[in-house]
């Protein structure tokens, strides 16, 4: 079992910077860790992904503006957004899957999320 803690999120004005973070608890065996989003009235979608080994993942809304980074070490992923837009306002969760999990399926373990508005 894996218990993913999430943190960082808050309200940004448009333009802004925030960095999220993960840290994951517990004896479950984790190859890759990532954030998906899930605005009002839209389905769930993947924003990045990074695997035990450095491989990345991104969605192409956010190619460009966001860094998903990882430190093995301490269990803990880390995604740092720049150039923040409205339509980036969402609850962000962070995911984690085991070893033969791939950058785009597989998460079997999930955070509460945590709360990204992007306003003026």
């Known amino acids: 079992q894996v218990r993913l803690v999430e943190s960082g999120g808050g309200l940004v004005q448009p333009g802004g910077s925030l960095r999220l973070s993960c840290a994951a608890f517990?004896?479950?065996?984790?190859?890759?860790m990532g954030w998906y989003r899930q605005a009002p009235g839209k389905q769930r979608e993947l924003v990045a992904t990074?695997?035990?080994?450095?491989?990345?993942h991104y969605a192409d809304s956010v190619k460009g503006r966001f860094t998903i980074s990882r430190d093995n070490a301490k269990s803990t992923v880390y995604l740092s957004m720049n150039s923040l837009k409205p339509e980036d306002t969402a609850v962000y969760y962070c995911?984690?899957?085991?070893?033969?999990?791939?950058?785009?399926?597989?998460?079997?373990?999930w955070g509460r999320g945590t709360q990204v508005t992007v306003s003026s």
């Open positions: 995911a984690a899957g085991p070893n033969g999990a791939s950058l785009r399926a597989g998460f079997d373990s």
């Open positions: 517990g004896t479950g065996s984790i190859f890759v």
């Open positions: 990074i695997s035990r080994v450095g491989g990345t």
